[in-house]
């Protein structure tokens, strides 16, 4: 599938990830509505996936950073119906490309898609948690 990967979902789009976050993801349900808006209008970077050739939203992920040094994926998904097409692979080797990101030491927690983040350099320490080191990390 084709892909464009874009930095800003539209109020539409943030309702509709909004509302898979609120229903239909197994984290963070604790949180209201309004604090996820809150961490997806704060957050570093938003990266919406579409389709290239209808312009439809297929899943979003939000990253969170100091901007130097950091990166966590939080909110990662790829909605129901678009999975298995290379969406997450696609927005993985973007937002790991990013140059505004190549010295980061990248975080998340996944109880799902290890399998996935592994084979982008992460290493689970745990059951949930996974690390893909700086390349810097061999330098301190």
Known sequence: MSV???YQLSVDE????LDFLMEDAYWNRWRSRDQ???QFETAWKVYAVRSSETGE??????????????????????????RGDGVGSTV?????ADPEAADF???LHTADAQP??????FIS???????RPSRHSASH
């Open 36 to 38: 996820i808006r809150q």
């Open 57 to 82: 939203l297929l899943g979003t992920v939000r990253v969170s950073s100091d901007g130097v040094s950091y990166g966590y994926i939080a909110d990662g998904f790829v909605f129901p119906g678009h």
């Open 92 to 96: 993985l080797e973007v937002l790991l």
């Open 14 to 17: 943030l309702n509709r990830t």
């Open 4 to 6: 464009v990967i874009d």
């Open 125 to 131: 320490y745990g059951p949930t948690y996974m690390e």
């Open 105 to 107: 030491r990248w975080m």
């Open 116 to 121: 996935l983040y592994s084979r982008f350099g």
